[in-house]
């Protein structure tokens, strides 16, 4: 008996293994196709541009509202700790730094992927589970072509404009408590800020993670969506897992990237 | 725009495609569209179809029919180029579709339509832009000739009125109709539509068939139509398949079928509940379903 269950257990183990490595292999080949049907996408540009409406314009409000509190927190934290240490005019740079390079980009994808990504998974299992998705490739028109790419690109171009338009009006946060309401010289705020912030090491780098947050929550939310069960517990748990995997992915990509930019210098 | 000569030619082609699409009929109406050889397909952990042989011939309707569960969406599928056989052939217009490259499939799927069995209708999109879909995605045709197309189809299924609505506004038998339209907007060769009867009122279900029927012979297409509907499609089909457990068991027009001593038939056109059909999924004997619940 208790080699039985033991047994039963090594099976499992080793079925949820394979399944894993299995799906992984078919989000690899999923995003080869999706990489190899982009062209369509990208010569009838309206495609992505309406995918950038609902995935990018429409995370706008949230992604302003949570980079103006993210900035103000700061703009009080900062405060707190640097007048310890008689720093206070090195405000702008703490805030502006810890925006552009960390809280700017991991902050807007981690949004972006409950707003947008979880709307994107939702929309393709739908799509799959009511047949439209079949309907069209029947139609001659390849899905992966006419529905997928023009999300994924529309994806990657908003992440990292919304993760600067974070970092923009986070400072700006920032200013308002730290300049506005404690007191802070505005002078020193920015002046500081101009000098110590540079644009290769400081703002770039923090492009570049968004980029990569970009290409891989937006990646996750469609094969999620793609690969969901035609059932409506299958896209819901889909949605979540879209969350929870790309939650996941940003932070762990977010240390080996930090790793790599500072090691770097 | 009106006078721009290359619509004029375009407008030209159109109509005598239209014109010469009769002639053409007369001349090929003895062969046959689609071509189904020995074919087998499971999937997985179940054999559907075992050793399937049929043939469609061009400007007919044919009706498949069979139980539920057994296969009928499949063979479909299969004709589609959705899925392919484990061996046998599916031949459409004389080429092998099991064999297309991807490129040749899709051009081969330009000239089918398939209803499918709940409509699936983009939701994102209204029925006017459900029906323009394909002819923006395969023609370069200007707006405002689409636009003329897509009203004309709107009107052929009576859903003219309804171009603006969203598909989530309309009912079940609507939502159908708009997916024909958007199925015939190319004036395809091979209709195929996956139980087009089920859900509807007796009106709209006579309404459905017999534009089935006025659509494949107004249009020169040929029709598979999957149907449990025994009544309603024997009514308008030139031919009858009946597929059980992965095999053709009977086959022959309307009135063969009337008049058949097939007991297959015979169960299916009376709706018997016993008979060569079986009702359940193939499982162990209930007792020993039963039994095995007791012990645990
Ligand atoms: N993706 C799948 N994986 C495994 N088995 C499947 C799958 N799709 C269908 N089947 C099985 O294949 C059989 C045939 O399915 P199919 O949809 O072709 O039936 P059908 O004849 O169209 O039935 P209905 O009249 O109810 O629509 C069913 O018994 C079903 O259990
Ligand atoms: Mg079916």
């Given at each position: 008996m208790m080699v039985d269950q033991f047994v039963a257990q090594i099976r499992r183990l080793g079925h949820g293994v394979i399944d894993a490595v299995m799906r992984l292999g078919f989000a690899a080949r999923f995003f080869m196709a999706l990489i190899l049907a982009s062209g369509t996408g990208l010569r009838r540009f309206s495609l992505v541009v309406r995918e950038i409406y609902f995935a990018g314009f429409m995370s706008l409000i949230i992604i302003s509202v949570s980079g103006l509190f993210v900035g103000m927190v700061l703009g009080l934290q900062g405060y707190n700790t640097l007048q310890r240490f008689g720093s206070e005019s090195a405000l702008g740079v703490l805030v502006a730094l810890s925006l552009l390079r960390e809280l700017g980009p991991v902050v807007a994808a981690l949004l972006f992927a409950s707003r947008a990504g979880t709307a994107m998974t939702a929309e393709i299992g739908l799509m799959k589970s009511t047949e439209q998705l079949v309907a069209m490739d029947m139609m001659a028109v390849n899905p992966l072509a006419r529905v997928i790419a023009p999300k994924f690109w529309a994806g990657v171009l908003s992440m990292p404009l919304l993760a600067a338009i974070f970092s923009a009006v986070g400072i700006f946060g920032g200013y308002l408590i730290?300049?506005?309401?404690?007191?802070?010289d505005a002078g020193t705020f920015w002046s500081q800020m101009q000098a110590q912030v540079?644009?290769?090491?400081?703002i770039l780098y923090g492009v570049y993670k968004s980029f990569v947050f970009g290409v891989v929550v937006t990646a996750i939310a469609l094969f999620e969506g793609f690969d969901a069960p035609a059932t409506a517990e299958g896209v819901s748990r889909a949605t979540t897992r879209t969350v929870v995997i790309s939650s996941l992915a940003i932070l762990v990509l977010d240390f080996v990237l930090t790793a790599f930019m500072l090691g770097g210098n | 725009m009106a006078n721009d000569p290359s619509i004029k030619v375009e407008c030209n082609i159109l109509v005598f495609f239209h014109l010469i699409y009769p002639v053409t009929l007369l001349y090929m109406s003895s062969e046959t569209l689609v071509e189904i050889t020995n074919l087998d397909f499971s999937y997985p952990n179940r054999a559907i179809l075992k050793g399937i042989n049929l043939s469609i011939p061009k400007g007919q309707v044919v009706a498949i029919m069979g139980g539920s569960g057994c296969g009928k969406t499949t063979l479909l599928r299969l004709i589609g180029g959705m899925i392919r056989a484990q061996s046998g052939k599916v031949c459409v217009g004389g080429e092998d579709i099991q064999g297309m490259t991807r490129d040749q499939l899709y051009g081969m799927r330009r000239r089918m339509g398939m209803l499918f069995q709940f409509g699936?209708?983009?939701?994102?999109?209204?029925v006017f832009e459900n029906v323009a879909f394909p002819l923006r995605e395969h023609t370069d045709l200007p707006e405002s000739m689409i636009a003329d197309l897509v009203l004309l189809k709107l009107h052929v299924v009576g859903l003219r009125g309804a171009a603006?609505?969203?598909?989530?506004?309309?009912?079940g038998g609507m939502s159908r109709r708009v997916a024909l339209a958007r199925a015939i907007a190319l004036d395809p060769m091979l209709m195929m539509y996956d139980?087009?009867?089920?859900?509807?009122d007796p009106i709209s279900l006579g309404v459905i068939g017999k534009l089935i029927r006025d659509l494949n012979d107004a249009l020169g297409t040929t029709s598979i139509l999957v149907t449990h509907d025994i009544h309603e499609s024997l009514n308008m089909v030139d031919y009858v398949y009946f597929i059980s457990e992965g095999q053709v068991v009977a086959q022959g027009t309307p009135d063969e079928v009337r008049h058949s001593a097939s007991a297959f038939v015979e169960q299916f056109v009376n709706g018997y509940p016993d008979g060569p059909v079986p009702f359940h999924y193939p499982a162990p004997s209930l007792q020993e379903d039963l039994r095995m619940g007791t012990r645990k």
């Open positions: 730290g300049v506005r309401f404690i007191g802070v540079s644009v290769r090491t400081d | 699936a209708l983009f939701t994102d999109l209204s603006y609505m969203m598909p989530s506004e309309l009912s139980e087009p009867f089920t859900g509807l």
